[in-house]
């Protein structure tokens, strides 16, 4: 089971991050790290919020996306406000993600297709250059 806190040194072994990388989530108020004097403590809603933070960078949002989709939760409702907003997010990124993946197969096409005019070229040179 894991600790109610973890220290800095605990929260990068565990999410793979650097203390500079939870440094810069806190001073963006992202993650809000309780202080005993210069050493801080994450709570299980840092743990919860930091997962969120990158997975969001993972998929491609930026942070303020990101924050604002985290603002969202509330215990109130159980936090289905922000699951709302999350899933269409999210939705919204699969859309421009397939777009880029066929934007990417094209210029592949268009790649190989150079690749085969270049190579051809290049052979001719060679066969030419080998009849004189």
């Given at each position: 089971?894991?600790?109610?806190?973890?220290?800095?040194?605990?929260?990068c072994e565990?999410?793979?991050?650097?203390?500079?990388?939870?440094?810069?989530?806190?001073?963006?108020?992202?993650?809000?790290?309780?202080?005993?004097?210069?050493?801080?403590?994450?709570?299980?809603?840092?743990?919860?919020?930091?997962?969120?933070?990158l997975?969001?960078?993972?998929?491609?949002?930026?942070?303020e996306?990101?924050?604002?989709?985290?603002?969202?939760?509330?215990?109130?409702?159980?936090?289905?406000?922000q699951?709302?907003?999350?899933l269409?997010?999210?939705?919204?990124?699969?859309v421009?993600?397939?777009?880029?993946?066929k934007?990417?197969?094209?210029?592949?096409?268009?790649l190989?297709?150079?690749?085969?005019?270049?190579?051809t070229?290049l052979?001719?040179?060679?066969?030419?250059?080998?009849i004189?």
């Amino acid at each position: 089971m894991v600790n109610d806190v973890m220290t800095i040194r605990e929260m990068c072994e565990m999410y793979d991050v650097t203390p500079r990388t939870l440094r810069f989530y806190e001073a963006k108020e992202l993650l809000f790290p309780k202080r005993e004097g210069q050493k801080r403590l994450f709570t299980r809603r840092d743990r919860a919020r930091l997962k969120l933070i990158l997975r969001g960078k993972r998929f491609g949002f930026d942070l303020e996306k990101i924050r604002q989709l985290l603002d969202l939760y509330s215990v109130k409702d159980a936090g289905r406000a922000q699951m709302k907003d999350t899933l269409e997010a999210y939705q919204h990124r699969r859309v421009e993600l397939i777009e880029q993946v066929k934007t990417l197969q094209q210029v592949i096409v268009e790649l190989d297709t150079e690749i085969d005019w270049v190579q051809t070229e290049l052979t001719k040179d060679t066969v030419e250059e080998q009849i004189y």
